[in-house]
């Protein structure tokens, strides 16, 4: 229907009066443009936030809370992103279900199937929209300028959405070596990322589920946390498990390795160390399973091929080069400066896996970290704003017992303060009570090869705690202990001061802590009363000196 054109009023004939008609359609123009370039412009909010896994739904959520207007966008159907689907929670449903008393394949896939439709309904979509302030759309989103951004809905049909600041949350995405892709190709093995080992619902990019077929012979590829954990999880399901990989657990020291050994050979699971998978072929006869071949030339049967590779950003598809969102090839991600926001689009941030930085903080619960210290750089005044990575990422690899660690690795703490400026301090868990009162929930029953053990690191200067690793059933539980000490620059003494139940597993850490704040004679002065605990910080203060000085008179490295 035609709207009726405004009334304009009347001015009279004369020349003022033609002048002041012709002004008043001038308005009136104006204010029909206006009005129709309102109806047609794209919805525009405060903040926009591309991704739903753990970063992009603590920005979301937080940059909401504070009243912020705010657009979520997920390209899955579910949120939650890897972490609740495929990843942290059904690896350890998977993990929960391998070691009970009689552990399968369709058992584990239904409790793990379980665990993930119970975060998924804690995650509701449809709960999400009735945040205040919140919308939330399901698509892929790309930019068409610095402020605007193309959503393609899953159902076909598209929006155009403007963001004042912008939260890219993509996460990062499995890596799958071109070359090994198509030599599974060729020799029709199945090759899975852990995507697809813990697709439970969504299809796999294979076509194939691994619990269903519940294959006999499986070869991982990759000695990281991801690898480990699965090789662990298939053999006690009963798969014959092979991992191939130059290292394990590189990024962690020398003791968490050898733990590692020791744990997946008490679960019958082979390793081939320093090698790489460079080929896969056929089977060579009718009933044989296919073959993998390393680059030492042993040759692997394989019915199926797991890659644990690493993860590297999920930038694909989201046009960052029309908003002029610089990428850092060499260390992967957005690139980005200390406050997570990106160096060459001052309104663009990063949260979580995609931005450029180290693989040791790409986990969910940094992800989430950075997610809620993006919108308070990206919303708050100057004075209020920020370091956004967090100094003390908890690592844990949840195999049984746990991997983990926390702080400064032993070659960390050589490099900064040289090999006399801080003490290493270990105890095993063989021998000790707990070992003894626990022994029929070890697989090796009261075995000295126990590879259970906690390793505490101090500044010798004032017991500062520097860092930790950890073997054992609760090695998560020791290591976030240990982060509040690294998080409040807490020392050994305070840690010593702290009552610990007995005979907990982190007991072993008490014990540790006593040791560390009593081996020197300044540290053993800080036990007597607070007179003695300031003298005792005011010697270790100029023991420290000292040694700094016959250090550089040495000439020794840092």
């Known amino acids: 229907m035609l709207q009726a054109a405004p009334r304009l009023p009347k001015f009279g004939h004369g020349r003022l009066g033609r002048l002041l008609t012709g002004l008043c359609l001038r308005l009136c123009c104006c204010s029909?443009?206006?009005?129709?370039?309102?109806?047609?412009?794209?919805?525009?909010?405060?903040?926009?936030?591309?991704?739903?896994?753990?970063?992009?739904?603590?920005?979301?959520?937080?940059?909401?809370?504070?009243?912020?207007?705010?657009?979520?966008?997920?390209?899955?159907?579910?949120?939650?992103?890897?972490?609740?689907?495929?990843?942290?929670?059904?690896?350890k449903a998977v993990r929960c279900a391998a070691r009970q008393a009689s552990p399968s394949f369709l058992a584990a896939e239904e409790h793990a199937r379980q665990a993930v439709e119970a975060i998924r309904a804690r995650e509701d979509l449809s709960a999400m929209r009735e945040v205040p302030n919140l919308t939330v759309e399901v698509g892929s989103a790309a930019f068409?300028?610095?402020?605007?951004?193309?959503?393609?809905?899953?159902?076909?049909?598209?929006?155009?959405?403007?963001?004042?600041?912008?939260?890219?949350?993509?996460?990062?995405?499995?890596?799958?070596?071109?070359?090994?892709?198509?030599?599974?190709?060729?020799?029709?093995v199945p090759l899975l990322t852990y995507r697809d080992v813990y697709a439970f619902a969504e299809s796999t990019t294979s076509g194939m589920s691994i619990w269903t077929q519940a294959p006999r012979k499986v070869v991982v590829a990759g000695g990281g946390p991801a690898g480990l954990e699965m090789a662990q999880a298939l053999a006690r399901l009963g798969a014959r498990v092979t991992l191939v990989a130059p290292k394990l657990l590189p990024r962690e020291d020398p003791d968490l390795a050898a733990a590692a050994e020791k744990i997946l050979a008490s679960d019958q699971v082979h390793l081939l160390l320093g090698r790489r998978i460079v080929d896969v072929q056929e089977a060579p006869a009718a009933g044989d399973s296919p073959v993998a071949v390393t680059d030492g030339g042993e040759r692997v049967e394989a019915d199926v091929l797991?890659?644990?590779?690493?993860?590297?950003?999920?930038?694909?598809?989201?046009?960052?080069?029309?908003?002029?969102?610089?990428?850092?090839?060499?260390?992967?991600?957005?690139?980005?400066?200390?406050?997570?926001?990106?160096?060459?689009?001052?309104?663009?941030?990063?949260?979580?896996?995609?931005?450029?930085?180290?693989?040791?903080?790409?986990?969910?619960?940094h992800a989430g970290w950075t997610g809620f210290m993006c919108v308070r750089n990206a919303l708050l005044p100057w004075f209020l704003r920020g370091r956004a990575r967090h100094p003390t990422v908890p690592r844990v690899i949840f195999t049984e017992p746990e991997m983990a660690s926390i702080g400064l690795s032993e070659a960390d703490c050589t490099a900064r303060f040289g090999?006399?400026?801080?003490?290493?301090?270990?105890?095993?868990?063989?021998?000790?009570?707990?070992?003894?009162?626990?022994?029929?929930?070890?697989?090796?029953?009261?075995?000295?090869?126990?590879?259970?053990?906690?390793?505490?690191?101090?500044?010798?200067?004032?017991?500062r705690v520097?860092?930790?690793?950890?073997?054992?059933?609760?090695?998560?539980?020791?290591?976030?202990?240990?982060?509040?000490c690294l998080t409040a620059r807490?020392?050994?003494?305070?840690?010593?001061?702290?009552?610990?139940?007995?005979?907990?597993?982190?007991?072993?850490?008490?014990?540790?802590?006593?040791?560390?704040?009593?081996?020197?004679?300044?540290?053993?002065?800080?036990?007597?009363?607070?007179?003695?605990?300031?003298?005792?910080?005011?010697?270790?203060a100029v023991a420290y000196l000292v040694s700094e000085c016959l250090r550089v008179l040495r000439r020794e490295p840092t």
């Not at 739903?52 to 939650?80: C, D, F, K, N, Y």
């Not at 690493?310 to 980005?336: F, H, K, N, T």
């Not at 090695?475 to 982060?483: D, F, R, S």
Request: with cysteine; aromatic share 2%.
């Open 32 to 91: 029909a443009l206006q009005s129709s370039a309102k109806a047609t412009a794209p919805p525009s909010f405060d903040m926009l936030v591309i991704g739903a896994g753990a970063a992009g739904l603590m920005a979301a959520g937080t940059a909401a809370s504070l009243g912020a207007s705010t657009l979520l966008v997920e390209q899955r159907p579910h949120l939650g992103g890897d972490c609740s689907n495929s990843a942290c929670v059904p690896s």
């Open 466 to 484: 520097l860092g930790c690793s950890a073997v054992s059933p609760a090695a998560a539980e020791i290591v976030n202990e240990v982060g509040v």
């Open 306 to 365: 797991v890659v644990a590779c690493g993860r590297r950003p999920a930038l694909g598809g989201l046009a960052l080069s029309q908003a002029g969102v610089q990428v850092d090839e060499q260390a992967g991600g957005i690139a980005v400066d200390h406050q997570l926001r990106s160096i060459s689009c001052r309104h663009v941030f990063a949260a979580g896996d995609c931005a450029a930085g180290s693989p040791n903080d790409r986990r969910a619960h």
């Open 144 to 188: 068409e300028d610095r402020h605007t951004v193309r959503i393609l809905r899953n159902d076909g049909s598209s929006m155009l959405a403007k963001g004042r600041r912008v939260i890219v949350a993509t996460g990062a995405d499995p890596v799958l070596p071109e070359a090994l892709r198509a030599a599974a190709e060729r020799a029709k």
């Open 490 to 540: 807490l020392s050994a003494l305070t840690l010593a001061k702290s009552l610990h139940a007995y005979p907990s597993h982190g007991y072993l850490l008490h014990r540790l802590a006593i040791a560390a704040a009593t081996s020197t004679p300044w540290g053993l002065l800080s036990t007597c009363g607070p007179v003695g605990e300031v003298l005792g910080r005011c010697i270790g």
């Open 419 to 463: 090999k006399r400026g801080f003490l290493s301090m270990q105890l095993r868990e063989a021998g000790a009570d707990r070992a003894d009162t626990d022994a029929l929930d070890r697989p090796d029953g009261r075995a000295l090869e126990s590879p259970n053990l906690v390793t505490l690191r101090v500044r010798k200067s004032d017991g």
